[in-house]
């Protein structure tokens, strides 16, 4: 789990190039283009599902309990609300193109739509 996370996210980083971005973007740069194939293609931000199965990943390595259950709440709570704003966001620079790519993606965070 945590070398799949790991993958997927670096996968993702490399996807995106000079599109990615640690921090949510609520203005659209010039050359900003909406990054749909490669691991995009499967996933809607699989940076963040690659950083949630990772975390996870390492609580069970680490047999947790405790603190699996606290990162499987605080990471989803986390991207369920930062996921929402960024789209938010994706819409507004992309709009009915990137409506359309979140019909056909996941976000593959459970109860992330």
């Keep these: 789990m945590i ?4 993958t997927l996210r670096s996968l993702a ?16 740069r010039r050359g900003h283009v909406l990054v749909t194939n490669g691991v995009y293609s499967w996933f809607r931000h699989p940076s963040y599902a690659g950083f949630y199965y990772w975390a996870l990943g390492t609580q069970l ?3 947790n309990p405790l603190t699996f259950a606290v990162f499987l709440v605080l990471l989803w709570r986390f991207f369920y609300y930062r996921t929402r704003a960024e789209e938010s966001a994706l819409i507004r620079f992309f709009g009915d193109e990137y409506r359309q790519y979140r019909a056909r ?3 593959w965070i459970p109860f992330v739509p």
Excluded: E, P, R
């Design 13 to 28: 980083m490399i996807h995106a190039s000079t599109n990615f971005s640690h921090a949510v973007a609520f203005g659209k």
């Design 61 to 63: 390595l680490l047999q």
């Design 105 to 107: 993606t996941w976000t």
């Design 3 to 6: 070398v799949l996370g790991q």
